[in-house]
C-alpha cells in the first residue's frame, strides 16, 4: 500500500459517510416534521424531538460549511501557489493544516447527527412504539 492509496482510501470513506450523514439528517427532519403536533395555536415538538431538531441542523450547517470553507481555503491557496508562479502541472506538497477546518467540521457533523438519532430520535420512536 501507498501512501497514495490510504489518501484514496480515507477521502472515499469520509464522502460516502459525508453523503450518509447528510441523508441521515434530511431523514430525521422528516421523520421531527412527521411527529410533530398539530395545536390551534400552531404546531408543536415533543421536546426530545425539538432537541434531537437542534442537533440534526447542527449537522446540515456543519455539512454545508464544511464544504464552502474547504471550497473557500483551497482557492485561497491555490491563488497563493498562482501568484507564486507556481505551474498549472508542478508537483508540491499543501500544508495539512489547510484540512483541519474541514475535519472539525466533518467530525461535528457526525457526532451531531449520533446524538440527534441515539440520544433523542430513536429514544422518542422506541418510547411511543414499544409494546
Known amino acids: 500500500m501507498t501512501l497514495d492509496d490510504a489518501r484514496s482510501a480515507y477521502e472515499a470513506l469520509s464522502g460516502k459517510a459525508s453523503d450518509i ?11 421531527i416534521w412527521l411527529f410533530r403536533v398539530d395545536t390551534p395555536k400552531g404546531p408543536t415538538l415533543d421536546s ?6 437542534v442537533f440534526v ?8 460549511l464544511q464544504y464552502a470553507i474547504g471550497a ?4 485561497r491557496y491555490f491563488r497563493h501557489e498562482e501568484n507564486q508562479g507556481r505551474d498549472d502541472d508542478a508537483q ?8 483541519w477546518p474541514t475535519w472539525t467540521l466533518f467530525f461535528l457533523k457526525v457526532a451531531a447527527v449520533l ?17
Open 21 to 31: 450523514m447528510r441523508q441521515l439528517g434530511l431523514a430525521g427532519i422528516a421523520l
Open 48 to 53: 426530545g424531538l425539538l432537541r434531537g431538531a
Open 57 to 64: 441542523f447542527s449537522a446540515v450547517i456543519c455539512d454545508f
Open 72 to 75: 473557500t481555503i483551497w482557492f
Open 92 to 99: 508540491f506538497k499543501a500544508p495539512a493544516w489547510l484540512n
Open 115 to 131: 446524538v440527534a438519532y441515539f440520544g433523542y430520535i430513536i429514544p422518542y420512536l422506541v418510547g411511543r412504539f414499544a409494546v
